[in-house]
């Protein structure tokens, strides 16, 4: 099966520094860096190390993956040196890329259910006005004459685009708006794409890039109203493409649903929206600092050999996946001769060395 998702694309001037990434540029970079040769995604791959596009779905941070990685490094170097793989160098724009290849594999992992679908498409109201025969009347068009949905996402479009008729039908009929969860998106399309007409049709890989993504953010109205306290940049609440299809479905209808949003429109807002989440770790400078201090971090960067570190606004995960690969051997190598254990990282403590890093000390 190939992946699909939305390339996830970090952003954004407003927002920070935090690198733009592309999980199409993710799966080429997983390959030409030989992670491939001990990692699978979804099985496909190397079987020496864990499969990369598995477990923690809806937690899968930023912050989480450079935790891991982190902590797993000395490891992994070994294991590197033994199968004779020069170790990979990353910066802060490839882990980004990688980062949303990982999270675009995991999307894959809550994959709807058919039958479910079709009770949900039943108990939400849709087949009020949807046929699902030929023979049959409703008010809106039948299910076998609808464009092909291969995800949710392009479900939430189709419904987006005709909101504004389909709740001038519901009115007229006294059907209140049904309220759809990420889940019965899912199911939903499930249902659509088991159907006769859908048979054969797959996702794609469709990365968006989010730059776009932010000018049409603007462009199609959504900045007027997103500022502020309705921001989009917290963290948690869009975890996965269907809790963003559900949000465009839930969404109040607007004039703007007049101009329609074609599919690539839909992806590039998609991926925009999506990135925003992770502009903001969420970690707290205060701890952080315990953290920095407790393992021995502060015994070389602060009293010690290593070099001063203040990242400043460059302080994001990506950068912490970066030096890790960069200045991580080097560093094991002065923690060795100091007789300082290699950090593991648990819990909130990555975002919390992320804050800290980057007001400083
Ligand atoms: C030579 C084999 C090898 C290569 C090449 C390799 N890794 Fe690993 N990796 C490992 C092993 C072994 C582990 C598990 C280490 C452990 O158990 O502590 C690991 C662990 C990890 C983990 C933590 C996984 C988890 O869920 O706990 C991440 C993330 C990771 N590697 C990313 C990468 C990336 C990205 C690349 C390419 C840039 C890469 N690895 C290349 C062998 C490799
Ligand atoms: C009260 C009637 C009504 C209900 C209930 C209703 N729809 Fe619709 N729907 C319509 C009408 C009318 C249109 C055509 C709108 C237009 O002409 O733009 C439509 C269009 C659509 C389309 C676009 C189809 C195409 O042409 O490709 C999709 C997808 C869709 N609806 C999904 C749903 C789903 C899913 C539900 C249940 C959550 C639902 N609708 C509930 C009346 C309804
Ligand atoms: C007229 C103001 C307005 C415009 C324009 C607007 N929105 Fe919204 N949006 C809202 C309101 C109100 C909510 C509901 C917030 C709530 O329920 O708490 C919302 C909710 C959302 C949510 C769900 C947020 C969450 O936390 O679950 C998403 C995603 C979203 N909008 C995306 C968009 C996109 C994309 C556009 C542009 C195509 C857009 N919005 C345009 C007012 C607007
Ligand atoms: C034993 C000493 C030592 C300890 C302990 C140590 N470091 Fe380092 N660190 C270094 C050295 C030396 C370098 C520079 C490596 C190089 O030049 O490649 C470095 C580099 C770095 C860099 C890259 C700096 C840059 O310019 O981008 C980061 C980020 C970093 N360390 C974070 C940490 C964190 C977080 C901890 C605690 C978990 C830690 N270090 C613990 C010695 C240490």
Known sequence: MKVVLIGAALAVAAYGTVPLGDASRGEALFRSQNCVTCHSVNGEGGRAAPDLGRGQSREYTPALMAALM?????????????????????????????FAYFYAARFFEHKGDAARGRKAFVEKSCSECHSLSPTAKGTGPEVLKWNQVTDAIELARQMWNHGAPMQAAMKAKGVKKPAMTAMEMNDITVYLQNLPQAKGLKPEFAPASAETGETLFKAKGCAGCHTGARSLAKPGVLRSTADLAAAMWNHPVLAEQKSPLRPEEMKRLVGYVWTLQFSDEGGAWARGSKVFESKGCMGCHTNGPGPRLQLGEKANSFEMVAALWSHGPTMQTAMRSKGVAWPRFVNTDMADVIAYLKRGQ
Not at 73 to 97: V, Y
């Open 70 to 98: 982190w902590n797993h490094a000395p490891q992994m170097w070994s294991a590197m040196e033994k199968a004779g793989i020069t170790k990979p160098q990353l910066n802060s724009q490839q882990s980004a890329d990688l």
